[in-house]
Every structure is written in C-alpha cells, then in structure tokens.
DNA sequence: ATGGACGGGTGAATGAATTAACAGAATACC
DNA sequence: GGTATTCTGTTAATTCATTCACCCGTCCAT
C-alpha cells in the first residue's frame, strides 16, 4: 500500500463516519452497492477503496459494518485517542474547545494556548490555559503531536512556526492563509469564507448534482 | 466553459486568497510560476486552471493582481455580497456569527434560526434570532439563497429539509452527518473531526510533502 | 444436496486531471 | 532597433482515478 490516493483517504473518513451510524443503528452488515448509494458514489469504487488496504468484505454478505469500523480506524490512525494543543481561544477557538465531535472520534484537547494574560493560568471548558512561551515545554512533556490553531491570520504563520519548533507533526489551520512549512509537518487548512464560496459558485452556475 | 472540474474551482478559491493578499501588499503583477509557488502546483496548473474560464495573463508580465481578484469573484459570485442564513446557535453557530472571515469575503449573515425560547425574539452579535417556524417566510422576504447549517446531527436532515422547502439553494453543513437533498439544493459539508482525521492520517502514515 | 441470487476482489478499459513542451507576444536591455 | 528574456495560452503526453466486466465464494430456498 505505498501510495494511496488522497482522494480515497478522505472517502475513508465518509465511510467510517457512515458505517459508525450503522452500527449505532444495530445494522449488522451492509453491501458495497447501499454504502456507496448513502454517499453518492458507485459500487466499485467503494470496493476499489477499501482494496487498498486488504480484504475486508465478506462474498454474499457484505461488509460486517462493527468489523470494518474498527478497521478504518486503525487504518486512520483514531484507534486509539489522540492529545491535541489548541492554539488560540477566540470566537472560534472557545467553539472548538466545546465542541463534541471531536472526543467522539477520539481527540482530546488537553492544552490551550493563548496571549491574553487574563485566560492564562485559568480553565476554559475544563482545559487550562497556558501562555505561548510555555508552547513547547507543554507539548513536549505531555507528547501532544497534533495542534488546532485558531488564530488571526497575522498570527498564524509565526504560531505555526512555534509549534514546528515544538515538535508538533500535524496542524489543523483555521485561519484563511497558506501556512508554509516543513515537509515533516503536516497541515489540514479550513477556511470557512471558502467554503461558502465553493457553495456560491455551485449555486450560480447551477451545476447539478452534488 | 461546460464541465469545470471541482478541484480546480477549490484552486480557485485559494488563488484568489492569496491575490487579495498580494494586491494588498501592493504587488501589481505576479506571474503563475511565483504564484504556483505560493500555493505548492506547478505553474502549467496555474495557467490551465484560469484558461477554464478565459484570458486574464498577459505575456511578458503575468497576471494583474486586483485586475484577477475580480474576475475571479465574478467567477465565484461573490463580486456582489450575498444574505446568508444561520440555522442554530450553539457553541459553533455563535462562534460562526462573529466570525470576521465571511463578511471580508462578502457573505452577510442577515438572519439566525434556533428553537431555545430565550434566544428567539433577540438579537445575538447585532443578527435577529427567529423560531423556527419563521424560516420559510423571513428566507422569502430577505431573499436569502444560502445558509449554514450549525445544529446537532440529530436535527441536521430535518433542518435540511424546511430549508430546501423554503427555497434556499445552498447549504454549509457542519452536522457530522450526510444530508440527503433534491438536485436543486447543493450542499458543502464542512466536518471538524473528519479534517482532524486526516492529518492523524497523514501523520501515522507519514507521507512526504503536503 | 443443488440451483440461483447476491456480493466482494481484481485486472482491463475508460475517462480525468496533471504535467510537460512549445509557439507567439510583450518587455527590458543594450 | 535588434536581441535576449519573460511569460502566457494551448496542444500533446503522461499520470492518475474511476468505472466496467468477469470470476469465484457464500448464502438461502427448495
């Protein structure tokens, strides 16, 4: 499996998200052709996908929806829970700190990081606070490896910065710039103004489907 | 310009990011081959991707900064401000009703939905909240097109529904679950947990470059 | 048992998208 | 003014992703 598409890698996260729902729902097995008719795509390719990583399905049943769960998760990485740092407790940041999602899919915000003197030292949402000199030592010592970071773009470079220093291998960007970085970190950029800008397009040029 | 493909319509949206920043910063032009660079493709991508939709470059000097930004926004449809609508106030909703992003971007929300009877009537950050059983009538009267989706997975395709019901014609989804929809509402759903997935992903897998 | 329907794995064929290569146009420099 | 350089638009080549088609295994009804 040395190279496996991105595009697959991002399906995997669908499809986990989906046979989650499944299994909750106490289905016991579902078909290549019902998952990919949940989530718009063909049969094949939902097979194709999975072949990337072994065999998983079983002939005239389908996939045990529990089984696969477990399977996707090891193959992502979530099967055991993760410390994440989150840097930045603005709007969005307190959002994110409370946000439930996350702990369901086993990452935990154990750290914060902000400049104002009045958060610092305090808990938010139950998470302490630290200043940003104290960025690495507390990374380092509870072996956080992922980080959020929330915070004005003018920030978020020099942020981004700090964290490498650290030691951090993967950020999760909110803020709307194109961080550059070292190949050995890793960056997911989310920029909500583009989000609804992909939606604004779609909606004038009234392509179909979705 | 029949069939443009999806990933170049995100490329757009990151082109036109980082043009904003540059026509800022005074750049006057800027050639495909720097602004490649800038955002990690080859330059023939750069070209390829706005000969999609037309000539903008100039041979010998490259492309005008403020003179891209525009056409892109035509491109996008954001070259005029469009009235959004914001369906649940939790933790994220009103993190995303003061979120500075969108405005910049020109997408004003204009009107929030939630069912808590304390919040209805009020407003919250300067935007009116309304019941829920308004939605169709204020979406109709504010002509509002598009709107974000911020309530738990649980309400999410019910939601989903009474919007497509009042008109709307594009839905930002942040519930964690796949909306089901007519071909005539397009959706983008924006996961926090999928994204962190991701880069757990391409962390335990360490794969190169990013 | 056994026939038929269901359903996954897999390699070949199709279709997209990215990259490479080049011709022509504007600029800068001497 | 000519020449070298820069840089676009575009066509061709390559790479990548998706779909198709078939084989074989498993289950269920008879």
């Given at each position: 499996?040395?190279?496996?598409?991105?595009?697959?890698?991002?399906?995997?996260?669908?499809?986990?998200?989906?046979?989650?729902?499944?299994?909750?729902?106490?289905?016991?097995?579902?078909?290549?052709?019902?998952?990919?008719?949940?989530?718009?795509?063909?049969?094949?390719?939902?097979?194709?996908?999975?072949?990337?990583?072994?065999?998983?399905?079983?002939?005239?049943?389908?996939?045990?929806?529990?089984?696969?769960?477990?399977?996707?998760?090891?193959?992502?990485?979530?099967?055991?829970?993760?410390?994440?740092?989150l840097?930045?407790?603005?709007?969005?940041?307190?959002?994110?700190?409370?946000?439930?999602?996350?702990?369901?899919?086993?990452?935990?915000?154990?750290?914060?990081?902000?400049?104002?003197?009045?958060?610092?030292?305090?808990?938010?949402?139950?998470?302490?606070?630290?200043?940003?000199?104290?960025?690495?030592?507390?990374?380092?010592?509870?072996?956080?490896?992922?980080a959020i970071l929330a915070?004005?773009?003018?920030?978020?470079?020099?942020?981004?910065?700090?964290?490498?220093?650290?030691?951090?291998?993967?950020?999760l960007?909110?803020?709307?710039?194109?961080?550059?970085?070292?190949?050995?970190?890793?960056?997911?950029?989310?920029?909500?103004?583009?989000?609804?800008?992909?939606?604004?397009?779609?909606?004038?040029?009234?392509?179909?489907?979705?």
């Amino acid at each position: 499996m040395p190279q496996v598409p991105k595009a697959v890698v991002s399906r995997l996260s669908l499809y986990l998200r989906e046979l989650h729902r499944l299994a909750r729902d106490g289905k016991e097995t579902i078909s290549s052709t019902q998952l990919g008719k949940l989530l718009g795509c063909t049969a094949a390719q939902v097979r194709k996908d999975m072949a990337n990583f072994g065999q998983f399905g079983y002939p005239g049943v389908g996939y045990r929806c529990a089984e696969l769960v477990t399977a996707i998760k090891q193959i992502m990485g979530t099967h055991q829970p993760w410390s994440v740092a989150l840097v930045g407790i603005g709007n969005l940041g307190q959002a994110l700190l409370g946000y439930r999602g996350f702990t369901d899919q086993g990452f935990r915000i154990v750290a914060a990081f902000d400049l104002d003197p009045h958060l610092i030292g305090t808990d938010v949402q139950g998470i302490p606070v630290f200043a940003v000199d104290e960025l690495a030592s507390v990374i380092r010592e509870q072996s956080i490896r992922l980080a959020i970071l929330a915070v004005p773009s003018s920030a978020a470079q020099e942020m981004a910065d700090e964290l490498t220093k650290a030691g951090i291998e993967g950020i999760l960007n909110f803020a709307p710039v194109t961080l550059s970085h070292p190949p050995s970190v890793h960056t997911v950029g989310v920029d909500l103004a583009i989000e609804l800008e992909q939606l604004s397009f779609a909606v004038v040029n009234k392509r179909q489907n979705s």
